[in-house]
Structures are given as structure tokens and as C-alpha cells.
């Protein structure tokens, strides 16, 4: 019998019979050919996630017309000429055993790229909150394109093979922005106080969905199941308008929260939030309405899941970002291998923020192959080698993982007495836990791979005259970066690693030397204890972005803590009790100050690069040993430094 027999249990919502209760819900990928035409990429990343048989894959954001679409590249269902590449996503689901819906949907102001051409529409002329540009308020002729525009892109979903059709009106896209009183403040009947008045638009969307699909084919519709934002609508109004959905004819309700305006980034949930922490309102959805209703929350484990259904608050469970980290977890969960589930550690570097920020298309931070799947090499090696890898953090642990997959002879030197690097320091402060066990997961698939391991070894000239390894690579990452200020060298001076890790107790009154993310973490660390704690930086804007998930909550945190943060600032000298400081030009003294915490960050630790060359055994240099970056950028230079063996 499963572990987890709610999980493993099928269903069927009107003609579509699901395998089990696991859904991938849409997550964007900038995979798209540069028209909006399915891509090989989104081929191949689709059918990788189908492998892991889930009982309902729901594609990313496809648009349903040009005045819609997020970038260029966004997936389209607005003409014929779409449907040859979307009938090639489905197959591949269907080959797989799988069943796949189409998210329609359509961006309102929502989009930079249409807002800055001047093309975007809203209901109304309200300014983007996340943007801060303003919109064209739809004309009734508008709104009555958008609503056919719907309806013909689920009917070209159906003709393309795909089991269900799904309607975006979550996340402050142009749906919800009819539903909400923040962007609608129209005043004719599609407009109106309450959020059933508000709901005419989105209504008659779903309707006409279901004039175009006919009778028998499955509509889930995804809202935001409150608004979760200073004057929004909550989750009692959605309570009120849900069982209209239905009635308009939807046949699943995908119970979301938030906006991409919502405080706390909760739409891309950090490890903040707790796993399903989103399923007490898709029970309050339930308990409105006879359909059945996905709840969504950043799941990561099957245990979660199987919880929330066995207590009757949703009838599935969505998965996200889980499936970029570990498209196979539910396959070992019914195998009796949780153990060996790679686990979502909510980071969003290599998903969510990288695509926001323009970094390019989707990956995982700690999957190298996610987003790559056309490249990611299945092995074995043609010609399997020596190989050392000098390091055993999260780059150094990659490769390692990575070369033994492939067939190769590893051996992993570390000179420390555990692995891990500075993932043993990065999990201390609050809300990191989930790290150290990534990092834990990560060494323990190194050694079920058999890789040599040997701690407290430091790799020497000799060592390697000796042995001559047919290729190392270079994992060692950084050093401490000590700045030369006078009185650094006083006894109250300390560093992050040594407060973090317990070898120093923190005293009262503290001053944190830098305000990077060591620092940032370091003083959240601090605070939680109760410290006094000011932070200097010298840039005049913090290097950690409020725009991104985690930095918000950082941000938050320190401010409600009062923690003073001080950018625009170099420390000058240090003395006892108090510190010197210099900002603007001028220079002050900060008293009182029992303890000096330096983390102005870490350089390359690089010594063994020109011993290598000297002997003439090929290397490769990846993680902090190049350049001190994030987790992204350490386990995607591991494993290609492995791939390319």
C-alpha cells in the first residue's frame, strides 16, 4: 500500500480522468521561439516534467491576444498558426501517460514590454503598482474582443489535443484587475462596488470558454483566493463569488493568492512561508462550491500534500516550483524513496527572479538540468577519466554528483571536516534551514553515486605530482575579504563566519561591516537575538534588491527589528566602544560599540590555479573559486564543468 494513498488516488472531473492528485501548475520559462511559437526547448523541458507523472500538467501563460502578452517570446494561442507547436506539447504529456490543460491568458498592465510601447490595457487608467505605468482603459469594444479572443484560444487548445483548458484571473493580470477595486474603477456595468459587480468580465470570459469547448470539456479557472493587498478584496468576497464561477461554468477552481503588488512576495512564497501555507483558503473556496479545487502553496514534499487532502481542504495539490528542482519526486515518493527527493528551497534565483530580472530563460538553482534538458548530457562518458574535484560546497558537490552520473573516477578533496562550504553558514540565520538540508541531500547523493571523498585533505604539489589526475576542477571558493581600517586588528573585532557558526558569542551593541547578503543575514541573525545591531555600507543602495523575494523579506525584517541600516558609509577606524564612520564627506563616531562583525564579502580563493599550470594537468575553475556569486551560479558551473569532461 502507498504512503500516501490520497496522493496516489485517481479522480475524474467530467471527461478527464486523472491518474493522481499531484498537478504542475503553469510556471513561466522564456523557452518560447522569439514569435511566440513553441520552441525544441519547451518541448523537451515539457516532456521532462511529463516523466514524473504528474495527473495534471497546466502549461505556462500562453496569450490569447497580441495586446496581452508579457514578452515577445510569450507562448500564443491568438491564431491558427499556433496550433501545430501546441499540439507538440500535448503529445509529449500523452506519450507520457499524462494529462495537459492550456493556461489562457492575458496580461492587462501587467507588461512592461507593452506598457513602454504605450499598447497595454486595463479597465481602467490606473497605474501598474509593480511597473508604475499607466495603462489604456478598455473600450466595451475592448472588452468584448478580449472575451471572444478567450473562448477562440481554448477552442484552439482543444483542437490542438489538450484534455482541459484553464483561465489566468490570479496574480494581478488583466482578470483580476477587473475583480479588484485597486485597477477597476469603472463606472458602467463592468465596473461596480462590490466584487461581484466587478466580476461581470471575467464571467462572461468563462462562458464564453464554455460556449467555444462545448459541454463536456474540463474548465479550471485560477484566482487569487484573496487579493492580499492594502484596500483588496478578501477571501469572504471570494467566498461569495465563487459558486458564480461555476455557474458561469467552471468545473475546477485553482485557489492562488496574491499579486505580483502583494507585499511579501507571497505569489513566489520564500521559505518564510510554510509548505501548504496557502491551503486554509482553498478549504474556505471548497466550502462554497460541489467542484473540486487545486490548492497551491510552496509544496515540496509529498507529506504535505497527502495532509491537506487526508483533512479535506483541497481535492488537489499543485506543485511548482518543486518540479524544476525534482521532476521525478513523486516518482520516488511511490517508490519508498522520499530520501532521495530534491527538495525546493524557495530561493527563486534560477526560476522566478532570473526571468524578472532578464538573466535569461528558466532553470533551478539546485537542478542544473532543469531549463537545459536539450544539453544535459545522459551518459555514460565515451572515455571516463580521472578526475579530482579540490572543494566541497555546493559547486564542488555538483560536479562531483555530475561526473560519477556520467561515468567518470572521482575523487572530492575537502579541508574542512564536513562538506558543505558556505551552505554551513548560509543555513544559520533565520529562515536558511532549508539550505543545509539541500546541502546535506547533495553530499548524501554524492556518495550513493560512490564518489571517493576526503576530508580534512588539503590538495598539494605533492599530492598531485604524485597522483596526476587527468583533470580537476577547482572548487575551493573564497576567502575573507579583511578591509585595512585602523583598529581592525583590535580584540572585539570578529567576523560574520565566526558569530554565525558560535565561535564568537555577540555582544550587545553591534556594528556589521557590510551590507551584502552576508551582512543583510548576518544582522537578521543578530537582531532575532535582540542585538543592538547598525550596518554600514558603502554603496549607496543596498546590493540586496527589495525587488527580489528574498531581499523584501530581509528589508522588512531589519526595518521591523529596527536595525539600522546605513548605506553610503565606510567604516574609517575602529576603537574601543565606539567605531569611526564616514558619510557624505564627513566624519562621525558611533557609540556605543562592543563589537565589530566584518562581512564585506569574499575574493577567489585561487592559489592552486598557477600550480596546475606549472605541472600541466588541465583544470577548470567554477563556483566562488571565480568569482563569489549565488548557489545559481555555483551549481551551474559544477555541473557544466562536469559535462564537459
Known amino acids: 500500500m502507498s504512503d500516501y494513498p490520497f496522493l496516489f488516488s485517481p479522480t475524474t472531473i467530467k471527461n478527464l480522468t486523472l491518474a493522481n492528485r499531484v498537478v504542475m501548475p503553469p510556471m513561466g520559462t522564456n523557452l518560447g521561439n522569439d514569435d511566440g511559437t513553441v520552441s525544441p526547448a519547451n518541448v523537451a523541458y515539457l516532456k521532462r516534467r511529463a516523466k514524473g507523472r504528474p495527473g495534471l500538467i497546466i502549461t505556462e501563460i500562453t496569450a490569447v491576444h497580441p495586446s496581452g502578452i508579457v514578452t515577445p517570446n510569450q507562448l500564443g494561442a491568438y491564431d491558427d498558426r499556433f ?208 467542484v473540486p479545487v487545486i490548492a497551491v502553496g510552496r509544496f515540496n514534499h509529498p507529506e504535505q500534500a497527502e495532509a491537506v487532502l487526508a483533512r479535506g481542504d483541497a481535492d488537489l495539490i499543485a506543485f511548482g516550483r518543486q518540479f524544476l528542482a525534482d521532476p521525478d519526486f513523486l516518482i520516488k515518493a511511490k517508490e519508498g524513496r522520499s530520501a532521495d527527493i530534491r527538495r525546493c528551497i524557495a530561493c527563486n534565483q534560477g526560476c522566478i527572479e532570473r526571468e524578472m530580472l532578464g538573466e535569461g530563460n528558466i532553470r533551478c538553482s539546485i537542478n542544473p538540468e532543469t531549463g537545459q534538458e536539450l544539453i544535459y548530457p545522459q551518459g555514460p562518458a565515451a572515455e571516463p577519466k580521472s578526475v579530482w574535484i579540490v572543494g566541497g560546497g555546493p559547486a564542488g558537490l555538483t560536479a562531483a554528483y555530475e561526473a560519477a552520473r556520467l561515468g567518470h573516477r572521482v575523487t572530492l578533496f575537502e579541508q574542512e571536516t564536513e562538506l558543505g562550504g558556505q551552505i554551513r553558514f548560509a543555513r544559520i540565520p533565520p529562515y536558511k534551514g532549508v539550505y543545509g538540508e539541500w546541502i546535506e541531500w547533495q553530499a548524501e547523493q554524492v556518495r550513493k553515486a560512490k564518489v571517493e571523498i576526503r576530508l580534512q585533505t588539503p590538495v598539494t604539489r605533492a599530492l598531485l605530482e604524485t597522483h596526476r589526475p587527468q583533470k580537476v576542477i577547482l572548487a575551493t571558493g573564497g576567502e575573507k575579504i579583511i578591509p585595512a581600517v585602523e583598529g581592525i586588528n583590535l580584540p572585539h573585532v570578529t567576523d560574520a563566519w565566526q558569530i554565525l557558526s558560535g565561535a564568537v558569542a555577540p555582544k550587545d ?137
Open 83 to 290: 496550433i501545430p507547436g501546441l499540439k507538440l506539447l500535448a503529445d509529449v504529456v500523452h506519450q507520457a501517460g499524462g494529462k495537459i490543460a492550456m493556461q489562457i491568458h492575458h496580461a492587462g498592465r501587467e507588461s512592461v514590454f507593452l506598457l513602454s510601447e504605450g499598447k497595454a490595457l486595463a479597465p481602467s487608467a490606473v497605474p501598474s503598482i509593480v511597473y508604475r505605468r499607466t495603462p489604456k482603459e478598455m473600450t466595451r469594444e475592448d472588452i468584448q474582443e478580449i472575451i471572444t479572443a478567450f473562448g477562440a484560444a481554448a477552442a484552439r487548445a482543444r483542437e490542438a489535443g489538450y484534455d482541459a483548458v484553464e483561465i489566468h484571473a490570479a496574480h494581478g493580470y488583466l482578470l483580476t484587475q477587473f475583480l479588484s477595486a485597486l485597477s477597476n474603477r469603472r463606472t458602467d456595468e463592468y465596473g461596480g462596488v462590490t466584487l461581484k459587480e466587478r466580476a461581470r468580465f471575467v464571467l462572461e470570459v468563462i462562458a464564453e470558454v464554455r460556449r467555444r469547448v462545448g459541454p463536456d470539456f474540463p474548465v479550471s479557472i485560477r484566482v487569487s483566493a484573496e487579493e492580499h493587498i492594502r484596500g483588496g478584496y478578501t477571501i469572504e468576497e471570494m467566498q461569495d463569488l465563487a459558486p458564480d464561477l461555476v455557474r458561469a461554468g467552471a468545473d475546477i477552481i485553482h485557489a492562488s493568492i496574491g499579486t505580483h503588488g502583494s507585499p511579501g512576495a507571497i505569489t513566489q512564497a520564500t521559505p518564510e512561508y510554510a509548505p501548504g501555507f496557502n491551503a486554509p483558503l482553498a478549504r474556505k473556496i471548497k466550502e462554497k462550491v460541489s
Open 509 to 645: 551593541h553591534i556594528l556589521v561591516v557590510g551590507g551584502g547578503l552576508i551582512g543583510m543575514e548576518t544582522a537578521d541573525f543578530l537582531t532575532e537575538r535582540k542585538k543592538e545591531v547598525t550596518l554600514v555600507e558603502m554603496l549607496e543602495r543596498s546590493p540586496v534588491r527589495k525587488i527580489t523575494s528574498h531581499g523584501f523579506m530581509l528589508h522588512q525584517r531589519l526595518q521591523e527589528k529596527n536595525c539600522r541600516l546605513l548605506f553610503g558609509t565606510t567604516l574609517r577606524a575602529v576603537r574601543e566602544g565606539s567605531v569611526e564612520i564616514e558619510r557624505q564627506g564627513e566624519r562621525q563616531s558611533l557609540a556605543p560599540i562592543d563589537q565589530v562583525v566584518l562581512a564585506v564579502g569574499l575574493k577567489p580563493r585561487n592559489a592552486l590555479q598557477a600550480v596546475l599550470t606549472e605541472l600541466n594537468i588541465p583544470f577548470t575553475v567554477v563556483g566562488d573559486a571565480r568569482q563569489p556569486r549565488r548557489i545559481f551560479e555555483a551549481v551551474e558551473e559544477g555541473a557544466q564543468a562536469a559535462w564537459e569532461l
